[in-house]
């Protein structure tokens, strides 16, 4: 069999055309996302790991101080993990040499991330899928860590109102 498209004379070594170019992004930023969030998840185990064993502390009074704490640790870790998922981008883009600098490298995660879109820089066209998804990357993340956030809180309030109920009925 013959091939009979405009690259069938280049054999094995044709040049690239936008539908590889494509698929290699795609596996790519499939391959960003998944470390992104296994960090997350990664991270949020050793978080629940902290608050199980810190439980007791956490029941006793004063309740609100003891909340205020528990927000302002799982927004700062909320904070690490997505500074961790925006780095994961930053190093592959800056690898790839899709940036000359690892600052603008990391700009462009931040603000592909955190879905903002300056569009004050952009991918070059053969890159530019890995863009939307890096943003729907962060967004998925965003919904993950808010959910965490609220699950933390949740769990920590319970523990501390179980406490007071036991109190009140001795």
């Known amino acids: ?3 009979t498209d ?3 004379g280049y054999g094995r070594n044709r040049p690239q055309t936008p539908e590889d170019t494509m698929f290699i992004q795609i596996a790519l930023g499939t391959v960003l996302m998944l470390m992104s969030i296994v ?5 949020f185990l050793f978080l629940e790991t902290f608050l199980m064993r810190s439980q007791d502390y956490f029941s006793r009074e004063p309740h609100q ?4 704490l528990v927000l302002i640790v799982t927004v700062i870790w909320i904070l690490g993990m997505v500074t961790a998922g925006v780095w994961i981008w930053a190093i592959a883009l800056w690898l790839l040499g899709i940036f000359i600098t690892i600052e603008a490298s990391v700009y462009f995660s931040l603000v592909a991330f955190t879905t903002l879109g300056f569009g004050d820089i952009l991918l070059p066209q053969n890159w530019r899928l890995l863009g939307g998804m890096a943003a729907a990357n962060g967004l998925l993340n965003m919904g993950l860590l808010t959910a965490m956030m609220v699950e933390v809180l949740r769990f920590v309030r319970v523990g501390q109102l179980e406490v007071k109920k036991r109190k009140g009925r001795s």
């Open 65 to 68: 101080p003891k909340l205020l």
């Open 6 to 8: 405009e690259y069938s």
């Open 39 to 43: 960090v997350a998840g990664v991270a």
């Open 1 to 3: 069999l013959r091939r």
